[in-house]
């Protein structure tokens, strides 16, 4: 079974750019979370769809914002990007959501924004 | 406001021996715990979990203990080998939050041959 797919795996942008990431989530899950890595605050929750709805949203600013498709998969976009917004992007995905839950990652899009 | 923390940045330990991985959480809703191992340009891999019933949980070389009055867990490594190396993360849900886990900061461990 293929795992988490993420595509790019690296990106360059510059101030002020938008910016779309990719997500194939595991065959038959259906719930997709993406998260952010950066060194100074580790890894924080982005969002969660499940059934192409968000179901919880982490504390981010609305310039970041994701969907989900038909087919599980997902994309997140940020606006106007700034230079704390450089960092590793993770998608997890998983059979359902809540229930104790196991997540899958992916191995994540590096975002540096110049 | 860290909800969870690992308060040991790194970790090093002989081939062999045994490996504490400790985290403490604040927010009493957390029912459910995770632990992740983590290589350098790779996504986190689940490693084991525990739920809040629980005070222990065991597979394989890893355990992890959940002390709920402390709101402490702590992930063990017997033996520890090389291959272990790698940086840890423990995570916490609260029930009926979904798939939103709380990381911990991560403890570097390297293992010595």
């Known amino acids: 079974k293929a795992g988490v797919t993420q595509t790019p795996r690296y990106l360059i942008k510059t101030r002020g750019q938008q910016v779309t990431l990719s997500c194939s989530p595991i065959?038959?899950?259906?719930?997709v979370s993406w998260y952010q890595q950066t060194p100074g605050q580790g890894l924080q929750f982005l969002f969660e769809y499940f059934s192409e709805t968000q179901r919880n949203k982490g504390n981010f600013p609305g310039r970041f914002s994701g969907r989900q498709f038909s087919n599980s998969r997902s994309e997140m976009n940020v606006s106007t990007l700034e230079l704390g917004d450089s960092a590793l992007y993770l998608c997890a995905s998983s059979l359902r959501t809540g229930g104790n839950e196991k997540l899958f990652f992916g191995s994540g899009t590096q975002l540096s924004v110049l | 406001d860290q909800q969870v923390k690992q308060n040991s940045p790194s970790l090093s330990v002989q081939e062999g021996r045994i490996s504490i991985l400790n985290c403490d959480y604040t927010?009493?809703?957390?029912?459910?715990f995770l632990w992740y191992k983590k290589y350098p340009a790779e996504g986190p891999t689940f490693l084991i979990s525990?739920?809040?019933?629980?005070d222990k949980n065991e597979d394989g070389r890893f355990t992890v203990f959940l002390n709920k009055s402390a709101k402490h867990l702590s992930l063990h490594i017997v033996p520890s080998q090389p291959g272990d190396s790698a940086v840890y993360f423990c995570?916490?849900?609260?029930?009926?939050?979904?798939?939103?886990?709380?990381f911990g900061g991560g403890t570097r461990l390297m293992v010595k041959p």
């Open positions: 525990i739920s809040s019933i629980k």
């Open positions: 927010n009493s809703m957390f029912d459910y």
């Open positions: 065959s038959g899950h259906r719930s």
């Open positions: 995570a916490a849900s609260p029930n009926n939050a979904g798939n939103m886990l709380t």
